[in-house]
């Protein structure tokens, strides 16, 4: 899959490229989404959570104050998606007290907002070929720039570096 850049030019167009990106997941996976407050984290997760079938995008909201939601189920065709959120999360210990690895052992996707937050101790050995990275930034009010890193290149360069302008697609 490789590196790839997209720009969004409003919030459904964001979502529609979520739904896109789903269908290259392969569980289990973990997929760190980055970006600042209002850079479209929430919007691409909706896109996610309805491409994978777990639920419906309007279903789909931030879990900044339960800190983590489920989605899907094993009685239904679903795929399991846990979206986490680790913006109040301010210490290795609330890390800790969150269950992580148990989320990331199972057999889901498990979407990360704020994934910058997870140090090196959380991208172990353990996530090689299982770890996407989704760096997203506001451009303006209506149209984000979303930098997709596959797991084979995160795993292969550590974190992948942000300088390959040349697969941008405009309108996607």
């Known amino acids: 899959m ?6 969004t030019h409003s919030p459904e167009k964001t979502i529609e490229l979520g739904r896109r990106i789903a269908r290259q997941l392969r569980p289990p996976v973990v997929v760190l989404l980055i970006g600042e407050l209002g850079a479209g984290k929430t919007t691409l ?6 491409g994978l079938g777990a639920a419906s995008e309007e279903e789909v909201t931030s879990p ?3 800190l983590v939601h489920e989605y899907g ?8 998606v846990y979206h986490v959120d680790l913006y109040r999360v301010e210490t ?3 890390l800790e007290t969150l269950g992580l690895e148990d989320l990331m052992a199972e057999r889901a996707v498990v979407l990360v907002e704020w994934g910058e ?3 090196p101790a959380f991208r172990a050995p353990w996530l090689a070929g299982r770890l996407v990275e989704i760096h997203l930034e506001a451009a303006n009010d209506t149209e984000r720039r ?3 890193h596959s797991p084979d290149e995160t795993s ?6 942000r300088s390959d302008a040349g697969n941008q697609k405009k309108g996607a």
């Open 45 to 50: 997760a909706k896109g996610l959570v309805a």
């Open 73 to 80: 189920s094993a009685s239904e065709n679903a795929q399991r």
């Open 92 to 94: 290795p210990r609330d």
């Open 2 to 7: 490789g590196r790839h850049i997209f720009v």
């Open 64 to 66: 900044t104050f339960t």
């Open 146 to 148: 979303i930098e997709f």
């Open 117 to 119: 937050k997870l140090g």
């Open 156 to 161: 292969r360069s550590g974190r992948a570096k």
